[in-house]
């Protein structure tokens, strides 16, 4: 079975009614995709969407002029191939670091697959682009729900904590070795400003028969330790 008889490919003939039509998918599935991660307040808004979806839409009508302008002289997949990598840049500014916590991973990727729905679009890939968006928007959504499903079941911990002094850490220390808890990773950060307190992330594995919000208690409870939570 051809690829011509799986998607319809009349939206990749070079007339301009079709670039209309591709330009008005890309600003559609940009939207879509940016009203996504807006309402869930997260980076990569539908202005940046759009912006990248038509651009890459653009891209690729660009490609497809120049070959028909220049035929045989152009690698129509040239250019696509440098706007995928370039993007990526962009998405890396989104990625925030703040302690131990690193954020915007998801909106660096979202803002990648935007400029290939828009690449998909610019060369009259309509139908792929639509089912990639569909499927894009019903993962990130399915995500969380299976996550939390599955992750309820981990004994799998890392845990931030807030202590008072170098007496604190070595108290939270032993009590994961009293408890069996085999430490993957124990970082401390030393405070920077008078003030502040010592800060530990620690990741680990708790024994089958200990309950995870109430070894959060346990530690909590434990001499010098200020505050406890799960990462």
Avoid at 2 to 18: H, K, L, V
Avoid at 73 to 87: C, F, K, P, T
Avoid at 180 to 206: E, W, Y
């Amino acid at each position: 079975m051809g690829a011509a008889d799986m998607f319809t490919t009349r939206f990749s003939e070079w007339t301009w009614q079709n670039i209309l039509v591709r330009i008005t998918f890309a600003l559609a599935l940009g939207i879509v995709i940016g009203i996504d991660r807006g309402v869930k307040r997260r980076g990569g808004g539908a202005r940046t969407t759009i912006t990248v979806c038509l651009g890459s839409a653009m891209v690729m009508l660009m490609e497809q002029y120049l070959e028909a302008i220049y035929p045989e002289r152009l690698d129509i997949s040239r250019i696509a191939a440098q706007v995928i990598s370039g993007v990526g840049f962009l998405g890396a500014g989104s990625i925030l670091v703040s302690g131990h916590q690193i954020k915007g991973l998801t909106s660096a990727a979202s803002i990648w697959t935007c400029a290939c729905i828009g690449l998909a679009v610019g060369i009259g890939f309509l139908d792929g682009a639509v089912i990639l968006t569909a499927v894009w928007l019903l993962g990130v959504h399915m995500a969380p729900w299976i996550e939390r499903k599955v992750y309820r079941y981990s004994r799998y911990l890392t845990l931030y904590i807030e202590v008072e002094d170098g007496k604190a850490i070595t108290h939270v220390s032993r009590q994961l070795k009293e408890d069996n808890c085999l430490v993957d990773s124990f970082h401390v950060d030393k405070p920077k400003a008078k003030g502040q307190h010592f800060q530990i992330v620690a990741t680990f594995r708790m024994p089958p028969k200990i309950n995870r919000e109430e070894y959060l208690g346990i530690l909590h409870k434990l001499k010098g330790v200020l505050f406890v939570d799960e990462i």
